[in-house]
RNA sequence: GGGGGCGUAGCUCAAUUGGUUAGAGUACCAGACUGUCGAUCUGGACGUUGCGGGUUCGAGUCCCGUCGCCCUCGCCA
């Protein structure tokens, strides 16, 4: 194959001077001296400066008055030096130059909507005009910096023996719990295919297959509302391995992290990664993804301020309602306003408010300090290890709002702060970004939670994930009400990093007759249950070995090796926050004879 | 579905308690210029202040509605 260009413009130095070369790429600018002109020609390797000297070639430089920004142009010429002086330490290419002996425009470019070099302009922007929003450097660098994760991963399982198998996207619901996109069936009006919120069922069915070690880089769909790290469609490295036990997924996990950390950000990681049980995590950080790059954990103090008068908090125990705080050191200083401002934060999570309390001469003080007893008072400083001018941030209320509330106002605290130590005893060495990448393993989810809305149990993880060994017997031999199954443990794991989850999965039942139990519980009849996944089921009629995997999200694993703060950053065609596509116009309307083959009326 | 922020020239932003002709930088156009590298200098052109309504002598500014983008709660592993 010849190539029309000789070198990117990335690559020239003295060492290449007096070779005569061709390059291709796009102006980048123009500096025109009415006698010399300069360019910069761009491509993704770099940048090199072109002269045209009217006085070696009248013609030649008449030419390149018409070169525009962002024109692409192919040029040849012979490497030189600059005159002394003149070299740009700049650029790796600044010791040369390209005396250009023909020029040939490859396209033209009308003017911009926007600076490749200015400011970022605003998404609207950008997303009508990604391609020339890719143009920009960061943008190349990160969508190559996701390529480099990709590969990495890539290697890492193929050189573990793992068989790398596509499962199809026009497919039935898989039991995630999220809306599905669905796409109707020509053949079949009035059916529906959908899109995979993950391939949950067919990865298990290639265990049944015996391909025994499988993963898969695959795009997965879920039709729900979006955030800065979630977008309707996103990429999974999704995995499944047969006679495997839990502690074989973390660690295989662990290796792939460590190569990946190694061959692309040339970091080493600490392996094996810390692991926390889903209730200490919850405890103490108040939710399942808790970001292990500083401390300020959560105290439960719902026993002591129980017996208190304060009506707040008096009997909250009797009411299942929790009571529990943080304590920031020493930040008696926080000013009403700032403290007014930190009750309307957790008010957003549907905590009834927070409750302040200052430490000062070892009493508390504050506008509601006076109801609580003089005991309580001395405990509460205790239990809560705060300290002469010590801030005390109380929630009370539902399990639930309070955590969330309070996981919500840990991490906010630590982003006002800066990481400061706010008790450096209870949290030692774990601040100030000590730790760049904090990776941490929650295990030991319930098996199931209660849906208050359903009135019903509901699968914490999936239907078909095992519960812990222990509480198999259980479930199969005595009835279990729903406050006995919501404590039985899965044998499920969540990865999370800096505060992310990155990654979850679980082993999974083998067994027809657990399957049967747990369906059960989730008040899922024998006939739905064939109705919705019978293929499974039979599937597991044949010889279906133990196995379990997991599944990481790449997008968000990507947006925080690059230190992205949204998921858009790295996906070269993003949707916006409300699912649409600003670049081609989708969602959109479609021919009514479309509509009519497929059997579709609108009934909007 | 709820809460919040933003929307002014192609782009990034400004515009005093509501005040008279809505500015700047950059990009664009024209001209000048032989060592620049964010080139420089001179001049020019560029606005339905997202859209619709209202209050007012007067609205970019206040009110109501609506659309778009972003953040967040719910939702979603």
Not at 273 to 286: N, T
Not at 324 to 351: H, N, Q, W
């Amino acid at each position: 194959m010849v190539m029309k260009r000789t070198h990117t413009c990335g690559e020239l130095t003295d060492k290449n001077t007096g070779a005569t070369v061709t390059l291709c790429g796009w102006v980048k600018s123009r500096r025109d001296h009415g006698g010399l002109i300069f360019i910069d020609l761009e491509d993704r390797y770099g940048v090199t400066q072109l002269v045209f000297n009217p006085q070696k070639n009248p013609s030649l430089h008449k030419e390149a008055e018409r070169l525009g920004p962002q024109f692409v142009i192919c040029v040849s010429g012979q490497v030189i030096p600059r005159l002394a002086g003149k070299a740009n330490p700049n650029l790796p290419t600044g010791k040369i130059e390209i005396d250009v002996q023909t020029l040939e425009i490859l396209a033209a470019s009308e003017p911009l909507p926007f600076d490749l070099d200015g400011d970022i302009p605003a998404q609207e922007v950008r997303l009508k005009y990604r391609y020339l929003d890719i143009r920009r450097k960061m943008m190349q660098e990160v969508l190559i910096t996701r390529h480099k994760i990709v590969n990495s991963i890539r290697t890492f399982f193929d050189r573990h023996n793992f068989v790398e198998v596509e499962t199809p996207f026009l497919t039935r619901s898989t039991p995630e719990g999220a809306r599905d996109y669905l796409v109707p069936s020509r053949i079949f009006p009035g059916s529906f295919f959908a899109l995979p919120q993950s391939p949950q069922l067919f990865k298990q069915l290639l265990m049944v297959g015996g391909l025994d070690r499988y993963f898969q880089i695959v795009r997965c769909f879920r039709d729900e509302d979006l955030r800065a790290d979630r977008q309707p469609e996103f990429t999974q490295l999704d995995v499944e391995m047969s006679f495997i036990e839990e502690s074989d997924i973390l660690a295989l996990i662990e290796a792939m992290m460590k190569e990946v950390f190694q061959n692309v950000l040339k970091k080493d990681l600490k392996t094996p990664f810390r692991r926390i049980s889903y209730d200490e995590a919850l405890k103490l950080y108040g939710c399942d993804k808790p970001d292990l790059r500083f401390g300020l954990t959560l105290t439960d103090v719902t026993a002591l301020l129980s017996k208190s008068q304060f009506k707040v908090f008096q009997g909250a125990d009797k009411r299942q309602d929790i009571i529990k705080g943080l304590t920031l050191t020493p930040k008696a200083d926080y000013s009403r306003s700032e403290i007014d401002k930190l009750t309307e934060f957790v008010k957003g999570y549907g905590a009834a408010g927070l409750v302040t309390y200052k430490v000062q001469n070892g009493v508390l003080t504050g506008a509601v300090a006076k109801y609580i007893e003089p005991d309580i008072q001395k405990e509460l400083i205790k239990e809560m290890g705060a300290k002469e001018n010590s801030l005390i941030l109380i929630v009370a209320g539902k399990p639930d709002t309070t955590n969330d509330s309070l996981a919500g106002l840990r991490l906010h605290l630590t982003a006002k702060e800066g990481y400061q130590p706010a008790e450096p005893q209870r949290s030692p060495a774990t601040y100030g970004g000590a730790e760049e990448f904090s990776f941490c393993w929650v295990t030991d989810f319930p098996l199931f939670q209660y849906s208050a809305q359903e009135k019903q149990l509901v699968s914490a993880h999936h239907p078909f994930t095992s519960p812990q060994d222990e509480s198999i017997n259980a479930i199969m031999d005595k009835r279990v009400g729903a406050t006995e199954a919501s404590m039985i443990k899965a044998k499920a794991y969540d990865l999370a990093l800096n505060g992310v989850e990155v990654g979850g999965g679980s082993i999974r039942i083998n067994s027809t007759k657990l399957q049967k139990k747990v369906f059960e519980l989730l008040g899922i009849s024998d006939a739905e249950a064939q109705e919705r996944f019978g293929f499974l089921l039979d599937a597991f009629k044949f010889g279906a070995p133990p196995h379990g995997g997991i599944a990481v999200g790449i997008d968000r694993l990507v947006m925080l090796l690059t230190k992205q703060e949204n998921i858009r950053e790295v996906i070269a065609f993003p949707k916006t926050m409300s699912s649409t596509c600003l670049l081609t116009g989708a969602p959109a309307q479609v021919d009514e004879k479309q509509l009519k083959e497929l059997g579709i009326k609108l009934g909007l």
